[in-house]
């Protein structure tokens, strides 16, 4: 997927910080694959570390977390932590049906 479709597509979502967003670096899998706790305590990992994708960090505004856009073409995933990527925190995950539409 080409990256300035995958940045059009983190840009529109409703989170104003991303507005910034200006481009996509390739990322190691195993240097951004955190820890998620879900509702049940349990704690999982969603990415390959074997893997490389295309991601940004952005700082959050008024808060000392950031949020982490990951995609590798199939999908856009959003996610917010703390300091050394602590309390990590899905923000948002969408599967990609084909080509991100280009904004109008």
């Given at each position: 997927?080409?990256?300035?479709?995958?940045?059009?597509?983190?840009?529109?979502?409703?989170?104003?910080?991303?507005?910034?967003?200006?481009?996509?670096?390739?990322?190691?899998?195993?240097?951004?694959n955190?820890?998620?706790?879900?509702?049940?305590?349990?704690?999982?990992?969603?990415?390959?570390?074997?893997?490389?994708?295309?991601?940004?960090?952005?700082?959050?505004?008024?808060?000392?977390?950031?949020?982490?856009?990951?995609s590798?073409?199939?999908?856009?995933?959003?996610?917010?932590?703390?300091?050394?990527?602590?309390?990590?925190?899905?923000?948002?995950f969408?599967?990609?049906?084909?080509?991100?539409?280009?904004?109008?």
């Amino acid at each position: 997927m080409e990256q300035k479709r995958l940045v059009q597509a983190f840009r529109a979502l409703e989170i104003p910080e991303l507005k910034t967003l200006e481009s996509l670096s390739e990322l190691p899998g195993h240097f951004i694959n955190l820890d998620y706790t879900l509702p049940n305590g349990r704690t999982v990992r969603f990415l390959e570390d074997d893997k490389t994708y295309l991601g940004s960090q952005i700082h959050k505004e008024n808060s000392d977390r950031c949020y982490g856009l990951i995609s590798d073409g199939s999908f856009l995933f959003v996610c917010e932590y703390g300091c050394g990527g602590s309390d990590a925190a899905v923000v948002f995950f969408q599967r990609l049906a084909g080509e991100v539409p280009e904004k109008e």
